[in-house]
């Protein structure tokens, strides 16, 4: 009898990724939704246990209760992995209940949700001498002079509170070319009673856009880590991965692995970097710090962040590891890397020989998986009822 691993969100390849990670080390998986509508994880051959709950965000007590019930039936502590940021929020908001029921990385309430507050991660790299694009805060009763003596336009428009500003707005955040389009952007998100700040666009093409994946001890110190350089996303130009390659890059271990260690972080996290097209400095963009879209990249080159998680926390650690070369893999989540290839070619960012030549590099997909069919046929089915709905209305 060994801990289970519950893992919360199943309706996307995150979560997905994770569950493969750990059963094909022979954990035992159960994944956790609050509808089948859309859970194409719990297909996959290495869940085990298909757990709907009450939704975490309209029922938060009773969610609660519904993962402690189910831990309190286990005979030992499971390991619990959350694969989306309201889960993350929800996890923080609840650590000190949830560690008497689960083994989770960090045991200080705060630091995810303080990392991902843009605000406050803001003020955290500002501390750790991290360079992080200039800022102006909406709260300033001037904030309209110092965006156009300190960043100028275009700028973009940040919302402290990712998860749910993406929730309301299907979107990371606003780009505006002027004052009149700030203003109506700022409008639209107090209405929505969403906080927001303004920053620099730092110059450079999305293939300027960098990664580092880290595992932190219990120790708060590195031990597992490498870095990736992003070639496309979607929305473009500020969105999520969706074309992603593995790359060496010293630099970014050391400002990265220095900033997680001296904020006391315990366990998997990412942090977003951009690289000025002018200078060549690091800018600190953003930390991810639950499981992100590059976990099947991250796996397929020699890191399984969440079986790191899972061995350490149920008392075997697996040893260091760090990849300082480059394997030439990219990741690619083909379905929304078409709607981007569309949107580069549009407006002539990209060239379509060079999308076609991307396409000759070995690939750890999102959904796709030999040995793990199913999963994919579920998420086609899925989208091919939404393509139809949207013909016939």
């Given at each position: 009898?060994?801990?289970?691993?519950?893992?919360?969100?199943?309706?996307?390849?995150?979560?997905?990724?994770?569950?493969?990670?750990?059963?094909?080390?022979?954990?035992?998986?159960?994944?956790?939704?609050?509808?089948?509508?859309?859970?194409?994880?719990?297909?996959?051959?290495?869940?085990?246990?298909?757990?709907?709950?009450?939704?975490?965000?309209?029922?938060?007590?009773?969610?609660?209760?519904?993962?402690?019930?189910?831990?309190?039936?286990?005979?030992?502590?499971?390991?619990?992995?959350?694969?989306?940021?309201?889960?993350?929020?929800?996890?923080?908001?609840?650590?000190?209940?949830?560690r008497e029921y689960y083994l989770i990385p960090q045991n200080q309430q705060g630091i995810y949700t303080n990392l991902m507050d843009k605000e406050k991660l803001h003020a955290l790299a500002v501390k750790n001498s991290v360079?992080?694009?200039?800022?102006?805060?909406?709260?300033?009763?001037?904030?309209?002079?110092?965006?156009?003596?300190?960043?100028?336009?275009?700028?973009?428009?940040?919302?402290?509170?990712?998860?749910?500003?993406?929730?309301?707005?299907?979107?990371?955040?606003?780009?505006?070319?002027?004052?009149?389009?700030?203003?109506?952007?700022?409008?639209?998100?107090?209405?929505?009673?969403?906080?927001?700040?303004?920053?620099?666009?730092?110059?450079?093409?999305?293939?300027?856009?960098?990664?580092?994946?880290?595992?932190?001890?219990?120790?708060?110190?590195?031990?597992?880590?490498?870095?990736?350089?992003?070639?496309?996303?979607?929305?473009?130009?500020?969105?999520?991965?969706?074309?992603?390659?593995?790359?060496?890059?010293?630099?970014?271990?050391?400002?990265?692995?220095?900033?997680?260690?001296?904020?006391?972080?315990?366990?998997?996290?990412?942090?977003?970097?951009?690289?000025?097209?002018?200078?060549?400095?690091?800018?600190?963009?953003?930390?991810?710090?639950?499981?992100?879209?590059?976990?099947?990249?991250?796996?397929?080159?020699?890191?399984?962040?969440?079986?790191?998680?899972?061995?350490?926390?149920?008392?075997?650690?697996?040893?260091?590891?760090?990849?300082?070369?480059?394997?030439?893999?990219?990741?690619?989540?083909?379905?929304?890397?078409?709607?981007?290839?569309?949107?580069?070619?549009?407006?002539?960012?990209?060239?379509?020989?060079?999308?076609?030549?991307?396409?000759?590099?070995?690939?750890?997909?999102?959904?796709?998986?030999?040995?793990?069919?199913?999963?994919?046929?579920?998420?086609?089915?899925?989208?091919?009822?939404?393509?139809?709905?949207?013909?016939?209305?």
């Amino acid at each position: 009898m060994s801990n289970k691993a519950v893992i919360l969100g199943a309706n996307y390849y995150i979560g997905l990724s994770t569950i493969r990670c750990l059963g094909v080390m022979g954990v035992e998986v159960a994944a956790v939704d609050y509808s089948y509508e859309g859970s194409y994880a719990f297909e996959s051959k290495y869940c085990k246990e298909k757990l709907i709950g009450p939704h975490y965000k309209t029922q938060p007590k009773e969610f609660l209760q519904f993962l402690i019930d189910y831990a309190s039936k286990q005979t030992l502590k499971p390991v619990l992995i959350p694969c989306a940021d309201p889960y993350v929020e929800f996890v923080d908001e609840y650590l000190y209940e949830l560690r008497e029921y689960y083994l989770i990385p960090q045991n200080q309430q705060g630091i995810y949700t303080n990392l991902m507050d843009k605000e406050k991660l803001h003020a955290l790299a500002v501390k750790n001498s991290v360079k992080v694009p200039e800022t102006v805060y909406v709260s300033d009763e001037d904030y309209l002079d110092k965006v156009d003596k300190q960043i100028g336009y275009p700028c973009i428009v940040k919302p402290t509170d990712s998860p749910s500003f993406v929730s309301v707005f299907r979107r990371k955040m606003f780009k505006v070319n002027n004052k009149e389009e700030l203003l109506e952007a700022v409008k639209k998100v107090h209405e929505k009673k969403l906080e927001v700040i303004v920053q620099r666009i730092i110059p450079g093409f999305d293939d300027h856009m960098y990664t580092f994946d880290a595992y932190l001890n219990q120790d708060s110190k590195v031990t597992n880590w490498m870095t990736c350089q992003k070639f496309r996303q979607y929305p473009i130009n500020f969105g999520a991965s969706v074309y992603t390659g593995q790359k060496y890059v010293q630099e970014l271990y050391d400002i990265g692995a220095k900033f997680l260690e001296n904020v006391g972080f315990k366990g998997f996290a990412e942090i977003e970097f951009k690289k000025d097209a002018v200078t060549g400095e690091f800018y600190l963009i953003e930390v991810n710090v639950r499981i992100t879209n590059l976990n099947s990249l991250l796996y397929k080159a020699g890191i399984n962040m969440p079986y790191l998680t899972y061995s350490e926390l149920i008392g075997k650690p697996q040893p260091p590891f760090e990849l300082k070369k480059d394997t030439g893999l990219v990741f690619w989540y083909a379905y929304e890397d078409f709607f981007a290839v569309r949107g580069y070619l549009k407006t002539k960012q990209l060239k379509l020989s060079q999308v076609l030549k991307s396409y000759f590099k070995p690939k750890a997909y999102a959904i796709w998986d030999y040995s793990d069919p199913k999963p994919f046929f579920a998420f086609s089915k899925s989208i091919s009822k939404k393509i139809t709905k949207k013909i016939f209305r």
